[in-house]
């Protein structure tokens, strides 16, 4: 199991990012060979908030060239993340027949994500 702060590499802050984090949902880029569960684990652990929905797109790096050398950039992948803005307690029966209710808060959104770039 990797750790969290290594799937997620960073925020990815475009104008279209931003508007959507009105609607609860987050960009990130990540791990290429990070899996949607993965995400969703280290987005819960890193910032506290429960994550509904897991969408990733994969990038090919782009050929370049500077003079006679070239190369090609790395391939990358982009995640976006919608969170669940308003968290409700979660109720589920014990084996005795019991109701019971989760007592775990949950964040409604994630303060840190314009912070760094």
């Known amino acids: 199991m990797r750790a969290a702060e290594d799937i997620i590499i960073r925020p990815h ?7 959507e984090v009105m609607d609860g949902k987050y960009t990130f880029i990540v791990d290429v060979n990070a899996t949607k569960t993965e995400i969703r684990q280290a987005v819960e652990k890193l910032f506290n908030v429960k994550v509904l ?3 990733t797109v994969n990038y090919q790096g782009k050929a370049k060239r500077m003079g006679v050398h070239q190369g ?15 968290p409700k ?9 019991k109701e019971t209710t989760t007592t775990r ?13």
């Open 89 to 97: 307690p979660v109720k589920y029966l014990t084996k005795g027949g």
């Open 53 to 55: 929905k897991v969408n």
């Open 13 to 19: 802050i475009t104008e279209k990012s931003n508007m």
């Open 105 to 117: 808060k949950y964040k409604t959104s994630i303060e840190e994500f314009g912070a760094t770039q």
């Open 72 to 86: 090609t950039r790395p391939d990358w992948k982009k995640a976006i993340v919608k969170i669940d803005t308003n």
